[in-house]
């Protein structure tokens, strides 16, 4: 297959999903900018923060991509490219942008609160509890598997930490002139030969830990690095840090995606993985439902639900900007599945992509697409390098945002399940408990098989935000609205997870993962208990006459505050 041919069907039917889909479900929520969002009525100069579409854009991209894109791919395709296309094509566009949009637009519609705010309002006070609790655990296999992305990178290509580190002050610096008032397009010119500086600094002064700790000594050092990261991150003003750094990672992001689509279309690779291998891949399981689990973020993710609700609606300035930073960031996430799936495909055999583990995954994406974008005259060193430094800037910026709203969804649980115990609201101890629970995974010794949980975690939290999303648009309608757009997708992922999650709790008992087991078990528990719970709320449509008035098509008027 040619990999020149993949490329271009993929951006004419992802392009044309923006214009159709973009434009029926902006004229069903009703956008409308008249409507002050929530980061202008709630401004806070700490979370409520309202920033400019592209800045926005390039946070919210960032946040909800990391690595996820490109390593399901990379596992998954040892099916055969053709399973793995389809569900990224038709998954991303029938059910990843209606989930990531309708998630952004309740979030505003309840005046920026979280999905699990959403749930309580409208399921009742115990669904929240549930939900909460199960956005936290998910939250936590997030922030284990990406730790464990990340310090791999920086083991492997000791380049990419000092050019991350160095990534990382650019931004710091370029907050704070932003924040006196520099033109962001005069800031932006002058951004950008410091970030290919950073990448020469990276192959100058390699941050090597090997040579000292060895390669075991070197990971865990860079895990705790991260993780002390994170911490740091999750506490300190999103104006900070956050906004200006996912905005110079989207110009990683823009290189790279030039790069890759520059040097396939070039090139021209013929995958060498057939177009179907089988239903059954050895290391993975069986193609249903191991395949829709594998590949999270390319197609969707629950993931985005807590980034759009946690961090986006409370930073946009106008609701028309939905539209490109939701459906945009979603569908262009899917193009990067596409070039991740073409790389690998066309630089590995089905032996070495059924054979790979979790780690090996963003190594073998650079190095394959460094050797492809050698034809337009880049060096494989400097380009294996530069890949990596994308890969790991936006795990990294996946890691931060999770970690944060951990924090928020900590703090919501505190005040539901200890109301009085007002020291455990605090955004200190709510992010030390978060990382140290992600911690405790990563010393647990399941680093290779907490990838395939992840996903159906991530997948089943997808299915919940859209159940939320459901109820809400049912009882706001008072029954008449059936949601059929939220429905049939919320159905088949309901049906997906379920069974993979059943699946995963097995296999893990079998292996002795039990700590795995055992958050296989609470998460299926918490689905199908929260389920019920939505059952019941969409079995009383009476309950939405007795809802409090709204302003327009705003939130209720007496909503109450979020602690965060």
Known sequence: MSGRLLMVVSVLLLGAAYLIQGRRLSRRYQLNDAEPTPALARGDGVDFV?????????????????????????????????????????????LGVVHDFSSLVASLRHRGDTIGRVVERHIGARGRLLFLLFSWLALLLVVAVFTILVGGTFTAEPAAATSSIGFLLLAIVFGFFLRRGLPLALLTLIALPFICLTLWAGLAWPMDLRPVLGPGGSLFAWQGLILLYVYLASVTPVHLLLQPRDYLNSFLLYALMAGGLAGILVADPILKVPVFVGFHDPQLGTLFPILFVTVACGAISGFHSLVSSGTTARQLSRESDARPVAIGAMLIECLLAVVA????????????????????????????????????????SSGRIFVSLAVSAFALTSLDTATRIARYLFQELAEAAWPTAAWLRGRHIATLVTVGAGALLLVSNVGKAIWPIFGAANQLLATLALLAVTVWLSRRSQGRDRAWHVRLPMFFMFAVT?????????????????????????????????????????????????????????????LPDCPC
């Not at 990379?74 to 053709?82: E, K, M």
């Not at 583990?357 to 005259?377: D, K, P, Q, Y």
């Open 50 to 94: 309202p920033a400019r579409a592209p800045v926005l854009f390039g946070h919210h991209f960032a946040s909800i991509a990391g690595a996820g894109p490109i390593v399901g791919p990379v596992l998954a395709a040892g099916f055969g490219w053709l399973p793995v296309w389809l569900w990224v094509i038709l998954g991303g566009i029938l």
């Open 341 to 380: 799936l073409i790389v690998v495909g066309a630089t590995l055999g089905v032996a070495d992509l059924q054979g790979m583990t979790t780690g090996e995954a963003i190594s073998r994406f650079a190095a394959g697409l460094a050797s492809i974008m050698a034809v337009l005259g880049l060096p494989e």
């Open 498 to 558: 379920i069974t993979a999650l059943a699946q995963l709790l097995w296999q893990n008992a079998l292996r002795g993962y039990w700590l795995l087991a055992l958050m296989a078990l609470l998460l299926l528990a918490l689905s199908l208990v929260l389920a019920g719970e939505a059952w019941r709320a969409l079995r009383r449509p009476s309950d939405a006459e007795a809802l409090p008035p709204t302003t327009g098509h705003g939130p209720p008027a007496d």
